[in-house]
Each structure stands twice: as C-alpha cells, then as structure tokens.
C-alpha cells in the first residue's frame, strides 16, 4: 500500500497536479488537481450542451431574439479571440455560443467552451456590452482553467477513494468507477458549486480577458452592484451559483489599474 500511495503522490506531483494556463497580468497561477483525463469531461459536457440545445428547441426557447443573440455572439468572439493569451490550445476549441430565453441572471461556459447566456442578464438586469463581457469572460475563464474538471476529479476521490484513486494510477483508469462518475458528469458540473479560489481566478482571469478584447475593466464592479442591487429577496441564480464574497469587488477594483493598460491598447487598436 504504502508504494502504491507513493505512485500515487509522485503521479499526482507529474501530471494530477498542473496549472491549465498560463500566467499573466492577472497573476492567475495556482497549480491544480485534476485526475479525470480532460477528452472525456469534453466529451461529456458537448453531450450535455447538445441535449440543451435540444431540449431549448423543443421549448421554443433558443435564440428566439436574433438582435439578442448576434450581440451575445459578437462579444463572446472578441473574448475568444483573446484565450490564447492564457492557453493556445483554447484556440482550437470548438467553440459555441447561445441565448436561451429565460428570466434568470445567469450564463455558463461547460468545458471546452460551450457557452450560455440567459436572456434575464439582457431583458432584466440590462446588462451593457462591457458587462456582458464581464459575465462571459468570467464564465469562459471558468472554462479555460478547468475548474469543471477539477471539481468533478475532486469528486472523483470523495465518492470512490483513495483504493479506486490507486487502481486508476497503477492500472489505468478504472473501468467501472470512471463510467460512474462520467455519468454524474453533467449533473456534477452544475451540482457542484466553484470553490471561493476557482471564484477568485475567474474573476481575475475574467477582468484581463475582458480588457484585452477592449471592454471596460470597471463594468465587472458595476456588474456586481447589479447583481446585488436586483438581489432582494432570493438571490439571482447567478449568486446563489457564485457565491459573492465580501471582497470580490474589493479584489476586482484591486486588479483594474493593472489590466487598464491593455484596454486602453486594444480601444486603440480598435479605432
Ligand atoms: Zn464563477
């Protein structure tokens, strides 16, 4: 046992325990657990996001404003435009962006960059561009890190333990408990929230990717004020999956002056 736990460690310490990006402005750069190969939770999310797309079809819910969608669509670009940045394979990604109509404040990136933005954050919380970009290049950063993956590989532990963690080393990955857990795949990405950290990063990823694309580093703080202005009463979906701590706006305001240089370059590039 003990020289499995030793593979185990010297594994995790090779290939478990990676940082996905690259560093840059936003000082993004904390190494990461992640056990479940990144092909399968792909696979697993673009099944999921199909089977949306489907189920939003069949409710006459998906890109029902056109005008709604081409604005999603056009910021999302200029975001994606900019992951290489943070990891050049997220270039290649195939990449899908949609609206679906409902009253909630919330958008999502699964993993491998397919992108959803509910049409509450145009229709009720009125987002501007910039704040738009804001959301999606939060949600997209979530995407680039891998925090999907992460938490499903730390799940992976809690369910099956360090006797299945042990067998997927020495062996490979173990049949059985793999299937399982790809099954709870998608229920796992939603049901599992992001920790405070994955939080931070993508929120601090988020700012540098929104200002590289040429949106306005302060809209993440009006954004936020947003949030928790419509915040009476039940909190906005968007909240009750984010949870706000006390000094994200602190942190956001914090890390603005330092990724204004770069929408200050991109605005000019632009005009
Ligand atoms: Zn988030």
New binding site residues.
């Given amino acids: 046992m003990k020289k499995i736990i030793a593979t185990l460690l010297a594994t995790i310490a090779l290939s478990g325990c990676a940082t996905t990006t690259k560093d840059s402005v936003s000082g993004v750069k904390r190494s990461q657990f992640m056990l479940l190969p990144a092909s399968q939770i792909t696979s697993m999310s673009a099944q999921a996001y199909q089977q949306t797309l489907k189920e939003a079809t069949g409710k006459n819910t998906l890109n029902v404003d056109k005008a709604q969608l081409e604005r999603v669509r056009t910021i999302s670009n200029r975001l994606i435009a900019q992951v290489g940045v943070f990891r050049p394979d997220a270039t290649k990604w195939a990449w899908e962006v949609n609206v679906e109509k409902n009253d909630q404040l919330n958008a999502y990136c699964m993993p491998g960059g397919k992108i959803m933005v509910l049409s509450g954050m145009m229709d009720k919380l009125h987002a501007t561009d910039d704040e738009l970009a804001a959301v999606i290049g ?2 997209i950063s ?1 995407a680039l890190r891998e925090h999907g993956r992460e938490r499903m590989s730390q799940a992976y532990v809690q369910q099956f333990g360090l006797q299945a963690l042990a067998a997927f080393v020495t062996k490979g990955a173990a049949g059985g408990a793999i299937n399982q857990a790809a099954g709870m795949g998608s229920q796992l990405f939603f049901a599992l929230p ?1 920790s405070r950290l ?2 931070q990063e ?2 601090r990823m988020g700012l540098e990717l929104a200002a590289r694309a040429g949106y306005n580093p302060d809209a993440a703080v009006t954004l936020w004020e947003k949030m928790s202005a419509m915040n009476k009463g039940a909190p906005p979906e968007f909240l009750s ?2 949870p706000a701590s006390e000094n994200r706006i602190a942190d956001l305001k914090a890390l603005a002056p330092k990724v204004r240089p770069l929408y200050e370059a991109a605005k000019a590039k632009q005009s």
């Fill in positions: 939060h949600e979530h992001n994955q939080e993508a929120d999956t984010h």
